[in-house]
């Protein structure tokens, strides 16, 4: 819709700033010419974070342009939650929440091997490229080395606790509240699909619009922002200035 794009053109173009500047960097970045970078946790981590940043972040402001603010809101959460994880992994001086990150995969493999071989359930379940039985071997083992890890959780702490040990609890506690409604089927989001017009009659709103458009755009940066200067730091890229001009126009505007 080009009223949105021309309505919230600093936005729009913020983010894409800022999204071209991550990807630069992404593509610039030492770790195309370390061979360890295979066995460094935390740099696979990295490249995971900026990849899957860039194409959540392309897909909020497809969405958000398009007049879908509510599905782009959503994605902001994914965007937000992968901060988070990152901030929260770059926190430790040691490798100890990049492995333990890395590690929970055997036992997530064998917990959902576990869901879809149930005999209950309609369908079969193909077999993994490696065999079932070293998947539950490695995950016991995982399970050993990281006592009360959950199948579904791989960090010993909730994301709110995360937030909070990173420094974005206010972020979470609105931000992300409001994130997960727009998520989740629930009353209070029943009120973003429904038009009361002037004689009370009722139209109900399936169409483009401009609900949660600002608020996902706002939210994407905050996000994105913090992966890429994690990407910068962590690396030592020198774009400080660059980000900063970024984060200030983002300050002024939002």
Known sequence: MQSILKKYENL??????????GDSLFVGAPWLKLGESRENRKILFLIYAMA??????????TLAERGLGQDA??????????SITTLYILDDKSEVRAKRFHDHDWVLRAYLYKKISDPKLA????????PIQEIQKEALKIKAKYPGMRDDQWSDKSLESMAKSVDRSLRYAIAYRLQCLLAHPNARNIRNYFLEEKNRSITVDAGMNEEWVRESLILAFESLFDIVMAWNEYFNLGAERKLKILKNKHTKIS
């Open 12 to 21: 729009f173009s913020l983010n894409s700033e800022l999204k071209n500047l």
């Open 123 to 130: 369908y079969s379940a193909s077999l993994p490229d490696t």
């Open 73 to 82: 809101g959503v994605l902001t959460r994914v965007l937000f939650e992968l």
């Open 52 to 61: 899957k940043a860039s194409k959540t972040q392309l897909s909020i402001l």
